[in-house]
């Protein structure tokens, strides 16, 4: 088998259904297979999941949790089920686009020093149909991302890819790299963990081979309407990038990785006129003489200055 795609499901019963379309779709010159692992939906996800099965039982492959067991142990049940040279991530929310696995599967081919690929992703809002931006060209630090990539630059500057556009080659620690003691993010640790065990370059595709869907149950939707979510996102950020000891990353890189999501948090913050959390991250951010740009710098020095900060973002 080359390529073994791993698709984790909870009550997506409206979008899982064009996920799988857009994955059995896929035109290859090799074997491939979609794993689906649902986690004991509450809504209709196993039925659309099941029809699938049903009309391509030779892709197909269903993992039905008997009861709900939350997203890192269906990811583990999900990778120990992986047969393939290659395993891609996708959401059961997200959409792959034609010729994303033969590409993907082509670059690790073709380039022997890269242990992972991504490639770019439309951001589209799943209501209006509208495209409304580019994951990997839009992403605030998209300037420091190197064609060729590598497990500092997922720590210092944050994850740069979205997590459906993801491939990266099978290797004996795959139960290694997801992290239960992130509760809301799990994909950088994933990330992070793989480039770690695996070693070598992470490559970029620029073609757009997939779509990142925005709906109101999605990551983004749900923490603008929770501060105390966004908070925790801050601490599986810190301890995603806390892996990076593990594989005996400089600690200055570690430090500056967190003086970076700190400084990211206290912006989120200011953009949404909370002061005090504002103050409260940008102080954390401030602990180390590094500063990530002079945007950091100005915020860091003049944060009294509440005006003039949210100049600087605008």
């Known amino acids: 088998m080359k390529v073994s795609v791993i698709v984790p499901v909870y009550n997506l019963e409206h979008y899982v259904g064009p996920c799988l379309e857009g994955l059995v779709r896929q035109k290859t010159s090799f074997d491939f297979e979609v794993i689906v692992a649902n986690d004991c939906s509450t809504d209709a996800s196993l039925s659309v999941i099941n029809s699938y099965l049903t009309a391509y039982p030779y892709i ?85 991302i190197p064609d060729k990539a590598d497990i500092t630059h997922l720590i210092r500057y944050g994850s740069f890819f979205q997590a459906s556009s993801l491939m990266l080659r099978n290797h004996p620690n795959t139960d290694k790299t997801v992290d239960a003691k992130c509760k809301i993010i799990l994909d950088q640790p994933f990330q992070i963990l793989n480039a770690g065990y695996l070693g070598g370059s992470i490559g970029r595709i620029d073609k757009i081979l ?76 401030a602990q180390t003489d590094w500063r990530f740009d002079k945007r950091h710098e100005y915020l860091v020095e003049n944060r009294s200055d509440v005006e003039g900060c949210l100049r600087v973002l605008s």
């Open 60 to 144: 197909i492959k269903v993992i039905e949790q008997r009861e709900n067991k939350g997203l890192a142990a269906n990811m583990l049940k999900l990778l120990s089920s992986a047969t393939g040279e290659y395993i891609a991530y996708v959401d059961g929310d997200d959409m792959a686009l034609p010729g994303k696995l033969q590409l993907q599967a082509d670059y690790l081919d073709n380039n022997p020093d890269c242990s992972m690929v991504y490639h770019e992703s439309e951001v589209f809002d799943s209501q209006s149909g509208n495209i409304t931006g580019h994951y990997v060209a839009d992403y605030y630090n998209h300037k420091y």
């Open 210 to 285: 997939g779509q990142y869907r925005i709906h109101p149950d999605s990551f983004g939707a749900k923490t603008l309407k929770d501060y105390a979510r966004r908070e925790q996102v801050l601490r599986d950020q810190l301890q995603a990038i806390s892996h990076g000891a593990d594989f005996y990353i400089e600690q200055s890189c570690i430090e500056q990785g967190q003086a970076h999501y700190y400084l990211a948090t206290a912006m989120y913050f200011l953009k949404l006129g909370e002061i005090s959390l504002f103050n409260k991250y940008i102080s954390l951010s």
